[in-house]
């Protein structure tokens, strides 16, 4: 193995992630120690750290590509993984990794190059004949540009930031007086998100399934698909649920969606690991919507139904190593669905809700994997993402893995901020979720409430409140109570008190 | 008001939905569904913080916020705000609320931490429900803050490019 040290340009689970398997292969790693969390998990992962906790520049260090091959070189790793967000899909990061002699862990700067520019993607599988939503050729530079476009295609449309990705800058637009303010927000958004304000519009495809498949491919060119992931579940194009395999489709519409999947990373020459991803309408007519050039947070789900490690297979990729399966070697096999436990408030609308991890406690089970970078103490701060940790359950079939999906649900305990939790507590008591039957709208249309509770746990609730009340008025030693300017108690200082019950 | 403790023997705590939960003083550890009593225990340990042991399952348990007779409780992972009230303060209540009627302002506020980016309305701006009044930006989203209610903006307390926390007031409105 040319691969001997491997510098992880990330954090949180995926830091990790990546960290364990490089350890399965003999790798030795180095992890970065940031001042925004001098204690995180992921440090105690890595044989080697390297300190940048003192540099108070104001772009994180795993978004500074000087930086980062400058630590590359003094720490004499050969090899970097960017992981996903960050660098991970920067043409211009993976050309200085290959000028230095370090070996990018992913794909072409070429590839990243064109498939992270949308308008050129859209080119790209224009010319190779895939199936696409209409939309502008090119980039649009100002509204009436964009009302034009929307007149010709129809409206619903979708304003799509050019360099984006992971859902961020994309605005729907569904009548000519919308289009000055999207246009503008989506341009902003742009902008700040990729420093890039270009936009192009597409055609929005009215309740589609969103599908993507998992590519492989090797510097030899040999390509194959792992199959599909269904990511349906999402708001605000943010994935909150993803499964594997999808159940709205059967082997003839998996085999042809692969291999178109195939042909669009060809188009590229495209090698390591990569997403190709799909809208299905209700007709089972599908559109190619971008390719997304780097390992996915919902890469385990493909994992736990292949059985192939795909962190080592883009290891063994970037060393040059030739693919040693072939299309007809994947075998999909049980189902896994991945929820994102995220530090979000159900109930004022998914809103971040950063701080720190008092207490965790997480199952378990054969058919339960965590992925985390969380621990006791741990911070969930604002400059990055909010993700606590990954669920992914697995069981022979959909109904079973939901079922045990349900379960493990109950058994994660997290204290200390709001979750993502009630959410799934109550997606997987869903009729239609269950039955399969959602599309990318389901949580906006179909839910009438984000989160589970019952009757029974709203008394409770009361009667707690009930019981602090008496605590503090009717218990106390003083004589006279004033209900009127009863005292401000930190919230501190009541949870110590409840342990005196 | 200076209370009598003799003279109170239940108390109400009434939920932001206005559902209203009564119970007896002493307050009991068991609560009566349908024919049957049931035990609440509230419990500490290393493992799990603080829960509530009901029909043999945990369930975690967080007070939030407390302020006065209001708070705020965190139930298996749902915040619940009640105030509770005693018999007298409640029937204070209805009075005052009675001669109150409807607000007339309605303050909006960032429901997160986050920078603002970009104020869309003035000071006189008429603005309709759900209408974006700013742009706020956290954990690198765009959410656009709207309006609650149909109305008339009487003050902007932000500009664009500041930083604000949770429940800073954004701006104030008329509710028309």
Redesign the interface.
């Known amino acids: 193995m040319k691969i001997t040290k491997i510098l992880i340009a990330n954090r949180g689970e995926i830091a990790i992630r990546i960290m364990k398997t490089a350890r399965s292969m003999k790798i030795s790693t180095v992890a970065v120690k940031t001042a925004a969390e001098p204690n995180a998990m992921y440090l105690s992962y890595a044989d080697e750290i390297f300190d940048n906790s003192e540099d108070t520049s104001e772009i994180p260090v795993f978004l500074d590509i000087e930086k980062l091959i400058s630590i590359a070189q003094r720490t004499k790793a050969d090899a970097v993984h960017p992981g996903y967000g960050f660098l991970a899909e920067n043409p211009y990061f993976a050309q200085k990794c290959l000028e230095n002699k370090i070996i990018f862990i992913g794909p072409s700067p070429d590839a990243l190059y064109k498939m992270g520019n949308k308008t050129i993607a859209r080119k790209l599988a224009m010319k190779n004949g895939i199936p696409m939503a209409m939309g502008s050729e090119g980039n649009i530079s100002n509204e009436e540009e964009a009302i034009a476009i929307a007149e010709k295609i129809g409206y619903p449309v979708i304003i799509k930031a050019a360099s984006g990705g992971g859902g961020r800058g994309m605005r729907i637009v569904r009548k000519s007086e919308e289009m000055e303010k999207m246009f503008l927000i989506a341009s902003k958004e742009a902008e700040k998100a990729f420093n890039d304000p270009s936009v192009f519009i597409e055609k929005y495809i009215e309740n589609p399934k969103h599908i993507e498949f998992q590519i492989l491919g090797d510097t030899k060119g040999n390509i194959i698909h792992l199959g599909e992931r269904e990511c349906s579940i999402q708001r605000k194009h943010q994935k909150l649920l993803e499964e594997a395999p999808s159940c709205a489709l059967d082997t003839d519409l998996r085999e042809e969606m692969g291999r178109i999947a195939v042909q669009i990373a060809r188009s590229v020459n495209y090698y390591s690991a990569g997403t190709v991803e799909f809208l299905l309408d209700s007709d089972r007519d599908f559109y190619f919507m971008e390719m997304n050039t780097r390992i996915q947070v919902e890469h385990p789900v493909t994992e736990v139904i292949t059985g192939i490690d795909l962190i080592e297979q883009q290891i063994r990729i970037a060393n040059g190593e030739i693919l040693k399966y072939k299309q007809e070697d994947i075998k999909l096999t049980g189902w896994a669905i991945e929820c994102r436990i995220n530090a979000e408030d159900v109930q004022a609308g998914f809103a971040p809700d950063p701080g720190k991890i008092e207490n965790l406690s997480l199952p378990s089970d054969p058919y339960i994997r965590i992925d985390t970078g969380i621990q006791p103490g741990s911070a969930i701060v604002a400059s990055f993402d909010s993700m606590i940790a990954k669920l992914i359950v697995s069981g022979k079939d959909r109904k079973e893995t939901i079922k045990n999906c349900k379960m493990a649900l109950d058994k994660v305990w997290i204290k200390g901020t709001k979750t993502t939790l009630p959410f799934f507590r109550m997606l997987v008591r869903n009729q239609k979720f269950q039955d399969g039957n959602f599309t990318t709208t389901f949580i906006e249309k179909d839910l009438e409430k984000y989160y589970l509770n019952s009757e029974y746990e709203e008394m409770l609730a009361a009667w707690l409140a009930t019981k602090l009340f008496v605590r503090e008025n009717l218990e106390e030693d003083s004589i006279n109570v004033d209900f009127e300017n009863g005292k401000e108690m930190s919230p501190w200082l009541l949870n110590k008190r409840i342990n005196q019950f | 008001?200076?209370?009598n403790?003799l003279r109170?023997d239940k108390?109400y705590?009434l939920?932001s939905e206005n559902?209203k939960?009564s119970?007896s003083?002493?307050?009991k550890n068991k609560?009566r569904?349908g024919k049957r009593d049931y035990i609440?225990q509230?419990k500490?340990d290393e493992?799990?913080?603080?829960y509530?042991l009901?029909k043999n399952r945990k369930?975690?348990?967080?007070?939030?916020?407390?302020?006065?007779?209001k708070?705020e409780?965190?139930?298996?992972?749902?915040?619940?705000t009640?105030t509770?009230e005693?018999p007298f303060?409640l029937q204070r209540m209805k009075v005052l609320n009675a001669k109150k009627g409807k607000a007339e302002k309605e303050l909006v506020k960032a429901?997160?931490?986050g920078k603002i980016?970009?104020v869309l309305v003035r000071e006189g701006s008429n603005v309709l429900r759900g209408e974006?009044v700013v742009?706020l930006?956290?954990?690198?989203?765009?959410?656009?803050i709207q309006s609650p209610v149909n109305g008339k903006i009487i003050s902007v307390s932000v500009k664009a490019n500041t930083n604000v926390m949770k429940d800073d007031v954004l701006v104030e409105i008329k509710v028309e």
């Open positions: 008001m200076t209370s403790k109170i108390l705590a939920s559902r939960f119970f003083l002493p307050l609560i569904i609440v509230l500490a493992k799990y913080g603080t509530i009901w369930y975690p348990v967080e007070i939030v916020r407390s302020r006065q007779n708070y409780i965190l139930f298996n992972d749902i915040s619940y009640f509770v005693t303060s429901p997160m931490p980016i970009d974006p742009i930006e956290a954990m690198k989203m765009q959410n656009e």
